[in-house]
């Protein structure tokens, strides 16, 4: 997996990019090498709100594009939502790939057979 983890209106730091590197690893196991994962972390500032953390990211897998994007009042929150949400889409991706291919495999019963007797015939 590919990580590139950038900042929009915000420095991000070493400690929240190691964070974020720490989380986000636990995609590794369910993507390929070659995936690539952008982060963006930025710091929203709307009066009748006051400052949000948000964190998004986009998750390239071949021809399909995940997509996910939390917002907290702490980055470190903001970025375990994140996570949390992005592995559930790649769960659903590959649990509708694998039962996709289970549906191809299965064989086709056929319905020719002699049908079942339902009493003397007159």
Do not use: F
Not at 45 to 71: D, H, K, M
Not at 77 to 105: N, P
Request: net charge positive; aromatic share 0%; glycine share 4%.
């Amino acid at each position: 997996m590919q990580l590139q983890i950038k900042g929009r209106n915000l420095q991000v730091s070493d400690a929240i990019r190691s964070y974020a590197e720490r989380k986000l690893r636990k995609l590794d196991r369910r993507l390929r090498d070659s995936t690539r994962v952008e982060v963006e972390l930025a710091v929203e500032r709307n009066p009748s709100i006051g400052e949000r953390q948000v964190a998004e990211a986009t998750v390239r897998l071949g021809r399909r594009t995940l997509r996910a994007r939390e917002a907290s009042r702490d980055m470190k929150a903001a970025i375990d939502e994140l996570t949390d949400k992005l592995i559930r889409q790649v769960k659903d991706v590959r649990d509708k790939r694998i039962s996709g291919r289970k549906h191809a495999a299965e064989p086709v019963l056929e319905s020719a057979a002699e049908p079942p007797a339902t009493g003397p015939e007159r």
